[in-house]
């Protein structure tokens, strides 16, 4: 993530000295114009946005592989103690630069992947609910259904990954190699450096994911063949909290925004509709923008690497939505 030529001072902090997992915090600058086009994260519009009242964060966390779902969660929980004190180097740096993060008005987007720390950090029940955010943004993310198919079944053949490489002996030696937990590799439109982004193409392949997400070897296989409905209840109990359930229990976001390319090849956007599907049925409401013709991350494969039309105004809306979440009740 680079924040060259961006009205923004950026700011690295370790907030897990044991792991060395680190966050970044932009911090706006005054008397600076917003450059649309360079926005911190991906496709996101920030016209609607006061700088001068909002500071981004993007924090890192340990990467499945060889992280397990059980060390994304307890990274969400560290993250959130960080930023919730008072006491710490982010807190005292932004006190010098004149603001405070009020950690009781945090909003969180899950990009893709980190779908997957964005949702527990308002399902996992050690995180207060004072700072628990109030608004969440699903952009195409990964973690509203993974008992479907597409991650349980073997593929023949194909590439859910159409445009990054996936080289089968690279996977082999990732798997039979000691990989850093954290990686200072950039995904780009070719892939990254390290080979991950074959990793997921191979989990997809294989149908694997939920074997590395919940660290139990087989249980795929064993889950293939049971009907959809069927697969939840036979995921030992001890594991299923991994899977990030909602329940009435759970103290959920005022704001709760999903957005999903109907032809998505990498995340299906079958995922993000049975998430809305199970919010409904506990009373919860939520908006969804199901965006016609585009790919994963909103892209139009007929235009590659250009969005679909329409979709900064889809953003802005969504935008909106929670920053008006944000505000004081």
């Given at each position: 993530m680079t924040s060259n030529n961006l009205p923004y001072k950026t700011f690295?902090?370790?907030?897990?000295?044991?792991?060395?997992?680190?966050?970044?915090v932009y911090v706006p600058l005054p008397n600076e114009n917003l450059n649309i086009k360079r926005s911190i994260f991906p496709h996101l519009s920030l016209r609607p946005i006061d700088r001068q009242k909002t500071i981004f964060i993007s924090a890192n966390y340990r990467l499945l592989y060889p992280s397990t779902g059980s060390d994304i969660l307890e990274d969400v929980e560290t993250l959130f103690k960080y930023l919730s004190s008072d006491s710490t180097e982010l807190s005292s740096t932004l006190k010098k630069l004149g603001y405070k993060l009020d950690s009781t008005k945090l909003g969180v987007i899950g990009i893709s992947g980190g779908d997957y720390p964005a949702r527990a950090s308002f399902i996992l029940p050690s995180i207060p609910k004072d700072i628990k955010p109030k608004a969440y943004l699903n952009l195409y993310g990964m973690a509203g259904d993974f008992l479907l198919d597409h991650w349980i079944k073997i593929k023949e053949e194909g590439n859910n990954?159409?445009?990054?490489?996936?080289d089968i002996e690279k996977v082999k030696l990732i798997l039979s190699s000691k990989l850093n937990q954290i990686s200072d590799s950039p995904i780009n439109?070719?892939?990254?450096?390290?080979?991950?982004?074959?990793?997921?193409?191979h989990f997809y392949h294989q149908g694997t994911l939920l074997d590395?997400?919940?660290?139990?070897?087989?249980?795929?296989r064993q889950l293939e063949n049971l009907s959809y409905k069927d697969?939840?209840?036979?995921i030992p109990k001890e594991k299923q909290y991994l899977l990030l359930p909602?329940?009435?229990?759970?103290?959920?976001?005022?704001?709760?925004i999903f957005v999903h390319g109907k032809v998505d090849t990498v995340v299906p956007a079958q995922a993000s509709y049975n998430a809305q599907e199970q919010l409904k049925s506990l009373g919860i409401e939520s908006k969804a923008f199901w965006v016609e013709g585009a790919n994963h991350g909103l892209v139009d494969d007929s235009n590659f690497p250009n969005s679909v039309p329409g979709t900064e105004a889809i953003f802005d809306e969504a935008v909106r939505d929670i920053l008006n979440a944000l505000q004081p009740m």
């Open positions: 690295t902090f370790t907030f897990d000295p044991i792991n060395k997992v680190e966050l970044d990954l159409p445009r990054f490489p996936y439109p070719t892939g990254d450096s390290s080979g991950r982004v074959d990793l997921l193409s590395y997400l919940l660290d139990q070897v087989g249980l795929s697969r939840f209840s036979n909602f329940n009435e229990d759970i103290d959920y976001p005022k704001s709760i």
